[in-house]
């Protein structure tokens, strides 16, 4: 059988500039099951006790057990800080979070990257012993939290430094400050050993700006400004965490492309997709739970804390994959952060995917890892943190009440709009059986406590057939039977069958053609909430409906809602065919040919340039993006070769016949088009479509809905 390789895998690499991927790829992967807790027990890392955040999330009052957990979400990185120093290290200039903490970015560091700057820090004055940029404190973080366990604070949320016990004298010897800074090529030495480690706790993504205590300054906020679960809708996930990445490149223009508030969370475990999606608040956990569906659990599975082979279960991620209880999901995403990253990174091949995917091992982890039972015996309490967090109502937020309509009749009428045609999906308030559930809806949404304690979400899955957005995420492959969280999936979702053909647009034909999605998992999407939906636009799961401002006031919310909402039930409005992602700037891809394994290397060789590269471009401005990053790993690589030559002189030919817009059309729909949508994981490439439900009704009918939507 001749070996299958991944074209998707190669166009990343080619986005790296034709270098390879951390470790692993250059044959000197970490075959240690071992974790580097320093000598340390679970034990030695204990949760912190000490209310240290009290004026965030509205300021209330948390039981011991809850004062634990929101502790623990906000500062436990559970050695993450190793897998991101490696990355530093080993991944040529990819990334490097000390240099993204940079002090001289403090002013900055909202508006341009999205990130939240700590309250009680401010840009420093002058560099610090070893000639680093990092915060300094105006009002020093409290002293019960032991640096030793939680790191100590970079002056942004969620991000922690750490001393690095590899910084000994002959490192101290060869470190230079400033070439670090201002020499790109000796900060990506492999052999560099920086002062500090940064770790990332789940906090860098999740906390943001409470929605009704926003702040005056967006780069100077108080405590009291902050959620700690909202989610970051502002974060720029590629100028955070790919920071050190050149202009010029695909992998730049896929990383610009990528709207504010999204994460990749299938990127570094690769799935041959392109799929960033919003980043979850947590709401109302309680109401959610006692929604959730019975599932089917088997496998290491059953390892997982709270875990049993038959209960009910949440749908936390966008597809309804992490399907295993909310510990459970939890600890999976420290792993994709990098916690235990040295089973992590044995199980499949990081950015690349050059290597079929392994599933990640919670018996090996609850054997081997410290950081690992640290973090799972602490996160029964950010559980119980989570079932403490309610929604942000507009009416309470400063000048709030003033975007909703004072007519009672409107609102009344929004009500029954909401009943009729929304809250079948969006209530997990449901009628008992046997009873017509538009009839009971219409009465029970006009109960005053109609809105208490519902999740406004029943959190089931629903083919992307009938929802009709984008297919990108739900077409998602990490956590099918096989494959790297295969443990933190439920065999019911892994058994979950085709939801048939989709169709999507080809935009070199000008036509729809139709895509069959596999089954085992694929193809769903779980309803989501639309508590405090008036503040966490743009909509969609890939926050593609509706404009960014920027603005985390409540004009700038609701300036955000008023347009995604608009969009959404007067579809005609959306930009369509124009919310394909697409390059801004003419750029390349390019291979290191010896960095590739055989025998994909032994057939493009012959096709290199004299320095051992391999170049498909210049990729013309206007090139669909997912057309290029959305390839099937299952290429056979004779194919794949002729597939890259025939891209290549396609493109080739465009720049040296200069050929005009329409003229390159017809040649890459001729010549490329019909190749990578054949080997195409998802080839639908408009962003905001799909979910038209309402876009029939009459607009008085829309209108006074939305009034009851700024009400959730």
Same mark, same amino acid.
Not at 110 to 126: D, H, R
Not at 185 to 213: E, Q, T
Not at 508 to 515: I, Q
Not at 612 to 624: C, K, L
């Given at each position: 059988?001749k070996?299958?390789i ?6 990343v690499v080619?986005v ?8 692993c ?11 580097d807790?320093?000598?340390r027990?679970p034990?030695?890392?204990p949760?912190?006790?000490v209310d240290?955040f009290?004026?965030?999330?509205g300021?209330?009052?948390?039981a011991p057990?809850?004062?634990?957990g929101?502790?623990t979400?906000n500062?436990?990185c559970?050695?993450t800080?190793?897998f991101w120093d490696?990355?530093?290290r ?10 993204m903490?940079?002090?001289?970015n403090?002013g900055?560091?909202f508006s341009?990257m999205g990130?939240?700057?700590?309250p009680?820090y ?8 070893y ?6 404190a ?15 604070a970079?002056?942004?949320?969620g991000?922690?430094l750490?001393?690095?016990?590899a910084f000994?004298?002959?490192a101290?010897t ?5 070439r670090?800074?201002n020499d790109?090529?000796?900060a990506?030495?492999p052999?560099l050993?920086?002062?500090?480690r940064v ?12 929605p009704v205590k926003?702040p005056a300054?967006?780069e100077?906020?108080?405590?009291e ?5 909202i989610g970051?809708?502002?974060i ?5 965490f ?6 010029g ?5 896929m990383l ?6 999204t994460?990749?969370?299938?990127r +570094? =475990? $690769?799935?041959?997709?392109n799929?960033?999606? @919003? ?5 109302l956990l309680?109401? %959610? #739970?006692d929604?959730?569906e019975?599932e089917?659990?088997?496998g290491?599975t059953?390892?997982l804390p ?8 949440p749908?936390v ?9 909310v510990p459970?999901?939890?600890l ?7 916690s235990y990253?040295?089973h992590w990174?044995?199980?499949h091949n990081?950015?690349i ?9 919670v018996e090996?982890?609850q ?5 690992? +039972? =640290? $973090?799972q015996?602490?996160f029964q309490?950010? @559980?119980k ?5 309610k929604s942000? %109502? #507009?009416e309470d937020?400063?000048g709030?009440?003033?975007?909703i ?5 409107v ?5 029954i709009?909401?009943a009729e ?6 209530s997990?308030?449901?009628?008992p059986?046997?009873?017509s559930?538009t009839d009971?809806?219409r ?6 406590d109609?809105r208490e304690?519902?999740f406004?979400?029943d959190d089931k ?5 009938l ?9 998602g492959t990490? =956590?099918?039977?096989?494959h790297?969280?295969d443990?933190?999936?439920s065999?019911?979702y892994?058994?979950?069958p085709?939801?048939?053909?989709i169709?999507?647009w080809n935009p070199?034909?000008?036509r729809?053609?139709k895509?069959n ?9 779980r ?8 503040s966490?636009a ?5 926050n593609a ?5 920027g603005d985390p006031?409540?004009?700038?919310r609701?300036?955000?809602?008023d347009d995604?909402?608009?969009?959404l039930?007067?579809?005609?409005r959306?930009?369509?065919k124009e919310s ?6 003419e ?8 960095v590739?394994p055989?025998?994909?290397r032994?057939?493009?060789k012959p096709h ?5 590269y ?9 090139t ?5 990053a ?10 794949l070769?002729?597939?890259c030559?025939?891209?290549?002189a396609a493109l ?14 017809e040649?890459?729909k001729r ?16 962003e905001?479509?799909g979910?038209e439900?309402?876009?029939n009704?009459?607009?008085s009918?829309?209108r006074a809905?939305i009034?009851f939507?700024?009400?959730?």
């Amino acid at each position: 059988m001749k070996r299958r390789i991944s074209l998707a895998a190669m166009f990343v690499v080619l986005v790296l500039m034709g270098l390879a991927a951390f470790g692993c790829n250059r044959d000197k992967r970490d075959k240690s099951l071992i974790d580097d807790a320093g000598g340390r027990t679970p034990e030695d890392l204990p949760e912190l006790a000490v209310d240290v955040f009290k004026p965030m999330d509205g300021g209330i009052d948390l039981a011991p057990d809850e004062i634990k957990g929101r502790n623990t979400w906000n500062l436990w990185c559970g050695g993450t800080e190793q897998f991101w120093d490696r990355m530093a290290r080993e991944a040529y200039g990819l990334t490097d979070m000390l240099k993204m903490i940079d002090s001289r970015n403090h002013g900055k560091r909202f508006s341009e990257m999205g990130l939240i700057n700590q309250p009680g820090y401010k840009e420093a004055s002058k560099p610090d012993q070893y000639g680093l940029w990092i915060d300094e404190a105006v009002e020093p973080e409290s002293s019960a939290i032991d640096p030793n366990v939680y790191g100590r604070a970079t002056g942004i949320m969620g991000f922690r430094l750490f001393n690095n016990p590899a910084f000994d004298a002959a490192a101290k010897t060869k470190w230079n400050a400033d070439r670090y800074y201002n020499d790109p090529d000796y900060a990506a030495d492999p052999n560099l050993v920086r002062p500090y480690r940064v770790g990332v706790a789940c906090g860098s993504c999740h906390i943001a700006f409470n929605p009704v205590k926003p702040p005056a300054d967006p780069e100077n906020p108080a405590w009291e400004n902050l959620a700690s679960a909202i989610g970051n809708q502002y974060i720029r996930e590629g100028k955070a965490f790919a920071n050190t990445v050149r202009e010029g490149g695909f992998f730049w223009e896929m990383l610009k492309t990528q709207p504010p508030g999204t994460s990749d969370t299938s990127r +570094l =475990a $690769t799935d041959h997709i392109n799929n960033p999606n @919003a980043i979850n608040p947590v709401f109302l956990l309680g109401s %959610r #739970l006692d929604e959730a569906e019975d599932e089917e659990l088997a496998g290491d599975t059953l390892h997982l804390p709270t875990v049993s082979a038959h209960m009910k279960v949440p749908h936390v991620l966008k597809d309804g994959a992490d399907s295993v209880g909310v510990p459970g999901a939890t600890l999976r995403v420290y792993i994709n952060i990098g916690s235990y990253s040295q089973h992590w990174l044995q199980q499949h091949n990081a950015l690349i995917g050059l290597t079929k995917q392994k599933p990640f091992s919670v018996e090996t982890a609850q054997k081997y890892s410290v950081y690992w +039972l =640290a $973090t799972q015996q602490k996160f029964q309490n950010v @559980a119980k943190f989570f079932m403490r967090l309610k929604s942000f %109502r #507009l009416e309470d937020a400063p000048g709030g009440k003033d975007y909703i309509t004072k007519d009672e009749a409107v609102l009344r009428r929004g009500k029954i709009v909401f009943a009729e045609n929304c809250a079948t999906c969006h209530s997990s308030k449901r009628p008992p059986d046997g009873v017509s559930e538009t009839d009971w809806f219409r009465t029970a949404v006009l109960s005053p406590d109609f809105r208490e304690g519902n999740f406004f979400s029943d959190d089931k899955r629903k083919p992307i057939t009938l929802i009709g957005t984008n297919a990108a995420r739900a077409c998602g492959t990490n =956590a099918i039977r096989g494959h790297i969280w295969d443990s933190f999936s439920s065999e019911t979702y892994k058994n979950l069958p085709s939801v048939g053909e989709i169709e999507v647009w080809n935009p070199y034909a000008d036509r729809t053609e139709k895509f069959n999605v596999p089954g085992g998992g694929p193809g769903y999407y779980r309803t989501p909430s639309l508590v405090s939906v008036w503040s966490s636009a743009p909509l969609f799961h890939n926050n593609a409906l509706g404009k960014f401002t920027g603005d985390p006031s409540v004009k700038g919310r609701m300036e955000a809602f008023d347009d995604a909402i608009t969009k959404l039930l007067w579809p005609e409005r959306r930009p369509g065919k124009e919310s394909i992602w697409r390059t801004s700037q003419e750029c390349s891809l390019q291979l290191q040919v010896s960095v590739i394994p055989e025998p994909l290397r032994a057939l493009l060789k012959p096709h290199a340039d004299a320095d051992g590269y391999f170049r498909v471009g210049p990729i013309p401005e206007g090139t669909p993006i997912n057309l290029l990053a959305n390839v099937g790993p299952d290429t056979d690589p004779v194919e794949l070769v002729k597939i890259c030559l025939k891209v290549k002189a396609a493109l080739i030919e465009i720049k040296t016949k200069h050929l005009d817009a329409a003229a390159a059309k017809e040649l890459l729909k001729r010549e490329v088009a019909p190749e990578l949508y054949k080997i195409s994981t998802c080839p639908d490439l408009i962003e905001d479509r799909g979910h038209e439900f309402g876009g029939n009704l009459p607009d008085s009918d829309k209108r006074a809905l939305i009034e009851f939507l700024k009400t959730l």
